[in-house]
């Protein structure tokens, strides 16, 4: 779960920072020139690019299972909870961000399930 998980966030993250026009527009989003705006969507595609390295790390070492799926789980958590609260405020976007919603709190909530499960060192 580690690896998939980790995979999908270094697409979306490389998607993000390098082809932000070509990603947000397979949503059904169309960004502007602003340098600011564009600065605001890339940067955080940086930041999943990171968050997937490390997850990924902890598909290499077993030992270090806990600190990756904590990671997993709050990346993907946060990511599905506040689309929710997003939509609760602005509204149901469209039917693929929708999909995205339900597939991050699943990833999220596995992750916390299996931090649960995790046997104390």
């Given at each position: 779960?580690?690896?998939?998980?980790?995979?999908?966030?270094?697409?979306?993250?490389?998607?993000?920072?390098?082809?932000?026009?070509?990603?947000?527009?397979?949503?059904?989003?169309?960004?502007g020139?602003?340098?600011?705006?564009?600065?605001?969507?890339?940067?955080?595609g940086?930041?999943?690019?990171?968050?997937?390295?490390?997850?990924?790390?902890?598909?290499?070492?077993?030992?270090?299972?806990?600190?990756?799926?904590?990671?997993?789980?709050?990346?993907?958590?946060?990511?599905?909870?506040?689309?929710?609260?997003?939509?609760?405020l602005?509204?149901?976007?469209?039917?693929p961000?929708?999909?995205?919603?339900?597939?991050?709190?699943?990833?999220?909530?596995?992750?916390?399930?299996?931090?649960?499960?995790?046997?104390?060192?």
């Open positions: 779960m580690l690896a998939v998980s980790g995979v999908i966030l270094l697409l979306v993250g490389t998607a993000t920072l390098l082809q932000p026009y070509a990603f947000f527009a397979t949503e059904g989003i169309k960004l020139n602003d340098p600011g705006l564009l600065s605001e969507i890339r940067a955080p940086g930041l999943l690019i990171g968050c997937a390295i490390a997850i990924l790390l902890g598909t290499c070492r077993q030992m270090i299972t806990q600190a990756p799926l904590m990671l997993n789980a709050i990346v993907y958590g946060s990511f599905g909870l506040s689309r929710l609260l997003s939509m609760v602005d509204g149901l976007p469209s039917a961000l929708m999909g995205a919603t339900a597939v991050e709190l699943v990833i999220g909530g596995v992750c916390v399930v299996s931090l649960l499960r995790l046997k104390p060192n």
